[in-house]
């Protein structure tokens, strides 16, 4: 406790002498810089006004991608523009992070994020699809197949959240010690998150040429969208208790990928997931760190592909 509290005040120090603490960015604003010409807009039953992209042929075999923790839909860029050509792909931002807008007293949790990927792939017309999802994404995909397995061709969990481990990794970004503790959050509520970001950044992407001041600018600017720090650091709510078990019932077609060098999940939370999840195959980067799709773009969209192409040959 006491070196969370010292980490929080070294944070709030240097914020504060970086003159961190920064205001909200109005929707308009973000919406001129980030949003492009797929970009649509959709207000989901919750009240949430959701960003989402869908390209390719509407009668194509539909892939839905969920991003990580604190990301957005740009972080599937390099598989929606491999697969557009032949798939429908579905890309979207959550709520709480994006070009999204969450009602004032929005609550995320698992079962919200299930919920809004359902209630946008059936507004969609979208009745079966291969979910994929990286980082905490994976953790509402994996959700998603336990919830609804009867909408799922597919299941695809790329550096995966949610593994019931008890083991805690020392070594990930410095937000998720911040956000593990009350007095970070409150901290977090309310700083420009540049002086975590960058750093945080580096431990994912695993390749400094690969954050650059352009990517920074992205996550820092769409985290201070109106509501999204509230969001982001208030406390999930309770769901029902997971363990190594939970995964047996998923009979979905899962193919799992990871990057060995994660630094923000340990690679050896992935493996178990293959494991534990009947059938399911496993694809390993040895120089990926936690966001293949990004660091190596062709050749894990390569590798995705091919599982697809193996669902259809089923």
Same mark, same amino acid.
């Given at each position: 406790?006491?070196?969370?509290f010292r980490?929080?005040?070294?944070?709030l120090?240097?914020?504060?002498?970086?003159?961190?603490?920064?205001? /909200? !960015?109005?929707?308009?604003q973000?919406?001129a810089?980030?949003a492009?010409?797929?970009s649509?807009?959709l207000?989901?039953?919750?009240?949430?006004?959701?960003?989402? +992209?869908?390209?390719g042929?509407?009668?194509?075999?539909?892939?839905?991608?969920v991003?990580?923790?604190?990301?957005?839909?740009?972080?599937w860029?390099?598989?929606?523009?491999?697969?557009?050509?032949?798939? @429908?792909?579905?890309?979207?931002?959550?709520?709480?992070?994006?070009?999204?807008?969450?009602?004032?007293?929005?609550r995320?949790?698992?079962?919200? &994020?299930?919920?809004a990927?359902?209630?946008l792939?059936r507004?969609l017309?979208?009745? @079966?699809?291969?979910l994929?999802?990286?980082s905490?994404?994976?953790?509402?995909?994996?959700?998603?197949?336990?919830?609804?397995?009867? +909408?799922?061709d597919?299941l695809?969990?790329? &550096?995966?959240?949610g593994?019931p481990?008890?083991?805690?990794?020392?070594?990930?970004?410095?937000?998720f010690?911040?956000l593990?503790?009350?007095? %970070? @959050?409150?901290?977090?509520?309310?700083? /420009?998150?540049r002086?975590?970001?960058?750093?945080?950044?580096?431990?994912a992407?695993?390749?400094?040429?690969?954050?650059?001041?352009?990517?920074?600018?992205?996550?820092?600017?769409?985290? +201070?969208?109106?509501?999204?720090?509230?969001?982001?650091?208030? +406390?999930?709510?309770?769901?029902?208790?997971?363990?190594?078990?939970?995964?047996?019932? !998923? @009979?979905t077609p899962?193919?799992?990928?990871?990057?060995?060098? /994660?630094?923000? !999940?340990p690679a050896?939370?992935?493996?178990a997931f293959?494991?534990?999840i009947?059938?399911?195959?496993?694809?390993?980067?040895?120089e990926?760190?936690?966001?293949?799709?990004?660091?190596?773009?062709?050749?894990?969209a390569?590798?995705l592909?091919?599982f697809?192409? %193996?669902l259809?040959?089923?």
């Open positions: 406790m006491r070196n969370i980490l929080a005040s070294v944070v120090a240097s914020a504060w002498l970086a003159g961190c603490l920064a205001p /909200d !960015i109005p929707y308009p973000l919406e810089k980030y492009n010409s797929a649509q807009y207000t989901l039953p919750s009240g949430v006004r959701m960003h989402y +992209r869908d390209e042929p509407r009668g194509a075999p539909a892939v839905v991608l991003h990580g923790f604190a990301a957005s839909l740009h972080a860029e390099p598989w929606a523009q491999s697969l557009k050509g032949d798939y @429908r792909v579905v890309t979207l931002d959550l709520p709480g992070h994006g070009l999204t807008q969450a009602p004032a007293d929005y995320s949790s698992a079962a919200a &994020n299930v919920a990927v359902d209630e792939t507004r017309g979208v009745e @079966r699809f291969v994929a999802g990286n905490m994404g994976g953790a509402v995909a994996w959700s998603y197949a336990l919830a609804h397995p009867e +909408r799922l597919g695809v969990l790329v &550096n995966a959240a593994w481990s008890a083991a805690r990794s020392e070594g990930g970004p410095a937000v010690k911040l593990a503790n009350p007095a %970070g @959050r409150v901290l977090l509520r309310n700083l /420009d998150p002086p975590l970001a960058a750093r945080g950044l580096e431990q992407y695993q390749d400094e040429a690969l954050v650059t001041p352009a990517l920074v600018d992205r996550y820092v600017e769409l985290a +201070r969208a109106p509501g999204h720090r509230a969001i982001l650091t208030r +406390r999930a709510g309770g769901g029902a208790p997971v363990t190594p078990e939970t995964f047996a019932a !998923i @009979r899962t193919l799992v990928m990871v990057g060995l060098k /994660d630094q923000v !999940i050896a939370q992935s493996r293959a494991s534990a009947p059938g399911a195959q496993l694809i390993t980067y040895p990926g760190g936690h966001v293949p799709m990004e660091q190596m773009p062709e050749e894990s390569r590798d592909r091919a697809l192409q %193996g259809a040959a089923r």
